[in-house]
Each structure stands twice: as C-alpha cells, then as structure tokens.
C-alpha cells in the first residue's frame, strides 16, 4: 500500500469516526433536550438530599423517618456557595472606602499641623 493510499484509508476512516461520534453526541443532545428538567431537578434535589445515585434503583426509598437534619445536610454548602461572593464583595467595598478615607481625608481648614 503507497503512502497516499494509507492517507486515503485514514482519511476515510477518520470520516466514519466522526459521523458515528456525531450521531452519538446528537443522540447525547437529544436526551439531555428531552429531560432537561429532570436533570435540573435531580441536580438540585442531590444538594439537599444526600443519598448516592444508586439509592435511587433500589427498592428502599428515604421514609418520612428519617431525620430531616440528614436530608439537608447540603443545604448550608449550597447556601455558602451563594453569600461568600455577595460577602466578600461587601467586605472589599468597605474596607476599600475606609482605607482611602483614612489615606485621603480632606483636612480642616481651620487646623494647622
């Protein structure tokens, strides 16, 4: 087989490579269109409810007795994941107004130093 054969097979085979990995990612995007809410809604319910995804295909479900304290123990992450940006904006802000404040104060006009 000549060079340029061998380039050609690649090619071809390069070809059938990326129509099948097409079809599987319209497949993966078609499903995911499908039960994009599901998907959404699991994702949020695993924050707060902290039990495994095979849980899920087994045939004990979490009971109304369990404890609720272990059905939320996501919830203070997810809830940190949202206040520490707004905190650490707020704590910038006023430490930056209160340090040119003190640097560049205007000075009284009366005062002598």
Known sequence: MSPLERLRADK?????????NEIKLTENFTFIQANARSLIGEGLLSLFW??????R???EKIGFNSSLLSKFSGAPLFVWQIVKPI??????????????????RKKKKGSKL
């Open 50 to 55: 902290n039990h495994h995804r095979e849980d």
């Open 57 to 59: 295909f087994s045939k």
């Open 12 to 20: 071809n085979a390069i070809r059938i490579q990326c129509k099948e």
């Open 87 to 104: 905190l650490l904006s707020w704590g910038v802000r006023k430490s930056k107004s209160w340090l040119f404040s003190k640097l560049f």
